[in-house]
């Protein structure tokens, strides 16, 4: 049984999600109109735990499939990678109406995408995602990237899929860091929109951590339904779509800071929203006590909550060169109450300042 999420975009679309089951993919492939013939994208990681998984399904089908199996790493969202895909659909006679299948987390996702949306002016995609952040961000609102060597994304389109598979099972292969870092940009949504998973996260937090499978099923359903809601209401960010930046713009800057080797990005996200909190605190938009709340649920799962002892002005100047920052004026995503997110760009240089000192 999958519980089903409609995304109604430019192109609209279904993400079904499960447990242990991708019959809804097999239903679906049988029921679309694509030639026959599916190519798979993934990276060494998801090949080798999954793939046989995934062929179960689609030899229910009457599909054949290339496969396409790249080094696993953030490296691979590079210009190299993305011809590679290309010299491998052109060989094998990929075109307009075979769809290709994104499987693995949010680099498969992204590069794969990528590849869908330029191949031949776009051809039909497919995400099967297999990481927390690929089931509750990456594979939903159709933003695709590579990197460029002068930064992270800068090289990407808007392009929306035909539809998306969320088997949670894939997840009981990834670490307990990798699951658990993934958990900032979790708390995020419960921050900037939906006070009742954050709620829950509160109070469910022993089965989360024990990563009980109905537990952790509920958790990604909640956040891919709140990624689609934002989505619907702003498709290629616009402007409500921001929000999702909620601690991500200290967060770019000590990832920057620390050459991207000292902190995963989650986890520079999570000191990035305990940032954005205190933040809330000095602009008098909520109390200590949800600013408490947020730290502390941050530290169940072991997420970093201080500042590392950085010239303070240094930081601020990172935030003014990041690429998101318009024209040097800093935007920060803050919250006036748990479930809700406002924006604001016009905050005193000092208290900034203030601000990260009190968090070292
Ligand atoms: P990832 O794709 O690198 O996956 C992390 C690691 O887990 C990799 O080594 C991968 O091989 C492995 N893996 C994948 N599935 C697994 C499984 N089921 N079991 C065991 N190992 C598994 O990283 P990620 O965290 O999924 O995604 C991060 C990327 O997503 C970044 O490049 C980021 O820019 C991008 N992203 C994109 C969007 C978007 O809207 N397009 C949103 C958020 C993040």
Redo the contacts with the bound molecule.
Sequence with gaps: MSQIISVNVSQSYNISISYNDLSSLVDFLKNSNFVKKLFIIS????CL??LQTLLRYIEKTNYSYSIYCFE???QS?SKEVLFDIYDFLIENQADRKTPLVAF???????VA?FAASTFMRGMPLIHV??????QT?????????I?HTKG??LI?TFYQPNAVFIDTK??????DE?FFN?FS?IIKYGVIMDRQLFSFLETHIEDVLKRDAKTISDIIYDCAKDKSLIVQKDEKEASLRAILNFGHTLAHAIEAFFEYKKYT??QAVSIGEVFAAKLSINLGLIGENTFIRIKNLLEKFNLPTKIDNIDPDELIKIMQHDKKTKGGILEFILTKDIGEAIIANDIEYSLLIKTIRELQ
């Design positions: 990276d060494t990681n998801v735990l999954h696993a790493g953030e969202k693995g987390g949010g680099v498969v996702g992204d995408s995602p297999t990481t927390v952040v690929s961000d990456s594979s939903i609102g159709g933003k695709t990237a990197n992270k994304n990407g894939f997840l009981d292969t990834l670490s990798e993934a940009e990005h989650p």
